[in-house]
């Protein structure tokens, strides 16, 4: 159901007739065509998982981590163009590190998602920037317990308790729908995320 | 008579100020007198100020100084709590002030005392004196009036006092300082802080208990041939 928007999908700064921002549309289809990222917030904690792709046999495994911590309390999972996915866990940090600085506590993740959504939207106001091509999972844990976030190119985030992203995603959230996940502790929820 | 009092001179406040846990929040007593050298320039002032719904701060030291760092405060943790979408906490506001503190170290002179309750730790007291130190403390005294508390406190304070004990303690702890200190004077204001909110008291100064040595107030010379004898202290 690609919608060719000629002409009206040329900058981040063109809206079309029918009011759609084509380029960030665009920047989403990047997402959806890279491999799968999982996150479920289980009663004690979030587990997050990541479709391992093998681009060379040659490649040393381990080295093209795509789960990245933030802060003691966080991390991001990211799907999409890994190095804008890199960008943003590195905003994230100095974001994470900064508040901890002038408020001396850990930073909310509400706080901390808030933050990275907005630096995700600052890059589709400029015609001179692209959006981000990367979805992120942020998983974190603070005073009101485990959170979990999701924010996408067009820079908006919702709180979560179980989200996926990528190839598999519709797949992956039927999966999802069915495990009780107030029940369950990250333990078993590590399981339920390694078969799927 | 040396009438060269410097009424030019910055205004101090000589103070006592204290803050107390107990049992469920915190309470915070100060004196009230601003001083300009040796002249009283406010009897009254109120040295227990608001900085978030559930968080004050007692000031001493310099009055230009401590006002203007518990404003800038004010208005960090005002933008704090719309952007947390919740009350901030204590520590939060003890922090922004102890960086204030610290970082303009040579150009402050403040001793302040952070006192408040929130959610997640309940009532909590921080000090922090002159070069910027942060810290927790189950009570903190502060001020030029506090150097006759610490004995004081040594033998009255206790773990998990009432709300009454507490703000009992604190009354008697400002008005002992203010007999000794001739920097503290005037009333005593208190404010106690709980999970219900934020109570303000005042004790006026004539009305505080008369300790040992302290002279009671003479209308008539003749008053003084049937005074009784002043009563020892009771701890």
């Known amino acids: 159901m690609s919608s060719i928007g000629t002409g009206y999908d040329l900058s981040v700064t063109t809206f079309s007739p029918d009011g759609r921002v084509f380029q960030i549309e665009y920047a989403s289809k990047a997402v959806d065509n ?34 990245l911590s933030v802060h003691r309390h966080s991390g991001m999972a990211v799907a999409g163009l890994a190095a804008d996915g890199r960008q943003i866990v590195a905003r994230a940090k100095s974001e994470a590190t900064s508040y901890q600085s002038v408020y001396g506590e850990p930073i909310p993740v509400k706080e901390l998602a808030e933050r990275v959504a907005s630096y995700v939207h600052l890059c589709t106001l400029y015609w001179w920037l692209r959006p981000f091509g990367c979805g992120v999972i942020l998983g974190g844990y603070d005073r009101d317990g485990p959170q979990l976030y999701m924010v996408e190119p067009s820079g908006i985030s919702y709180r979560y308790f179980g989200a996926a992203v990528g190839k598999g995603k519709q797949a992956a959230k039927t999966e999802i729908e069915k495990l009780k996940l107030s029940e369950m502790t990250c333990r078993e929820g590590v399981i339920e995320v390694a078969k799927m | 008579m ?80 719309i952007q947390l979408g919740q009350p901030a906490t204590v520590k939060v506001a003890a922090n922004l002030i102890r960086l204030l503190s610290y970082n303009n170290k040579n150009m402050l002179q403040t001793g302040l005392i952070v006192g408040g309750w929130d959610k997640y730790e309940g009532g909590k007291i921080y000090g922090i004196p002159l070069g910027g130190t942060l810290i927790e403390q189950p009570f903190a005294i502060g001020g030029s009036g506090s150097s006759y508390l610490y004995g004081f406190f040594d033998q009255a304070w206790k773990e998990g006092m009432t709300k009454e004990e507490a703000e009992q303690l604190v009354v008697k702890a400002v008005s002992l300082a203010i007999a000794r200190d001739g920097a503290s004077g005037g009333v005593v204001r208190t404010v106690v802080i709980n999970s219900d909110g934020v109570t303000r008291n005042f004790y006026p100064g004539d009305k505080l208990q008369l300790w040992h040595d302290e002279l009671e107030p003479q209308h008539s010379l003749l008053d003084i041939l049937n005074a009784p004898s002043p009563e020892p202290m009771n701890i």
């Open chain 1, 34 to 67: 890279s491999g799968t990222v999982i996150g479920i917030k289980c009663k004690d904690g979030i587990v997050m998982g990541v479709e391992k792709l093998i681009a060379s046999k040659m490649m040393l495994p381990g080295s093209n981590r795509r789960i």
């Open chain 2, 2 to 81: 040396d009438l060269d009092m410097n009424v030019n001179a910055p205004h101090s406040m000589g103070t006592t100020i204290i803050g107390v846990t107990y049992n469920g929040g915190v309470v915070l007593g100060a004196d009230s007198r601003t001083s300009t050298g040796m002249y009283v320039a406010n009897r009254a002032s109120d040295k227990i100020t608001q900085l978030t719904d559930n968080v004050n701060v007692c000031r001493s030291g310099s009055a230009a100084d401590s006002q203007i760092v518990s404003d800038y405060v004010r208005y960090f943790l005002h933008q704090h709590t």
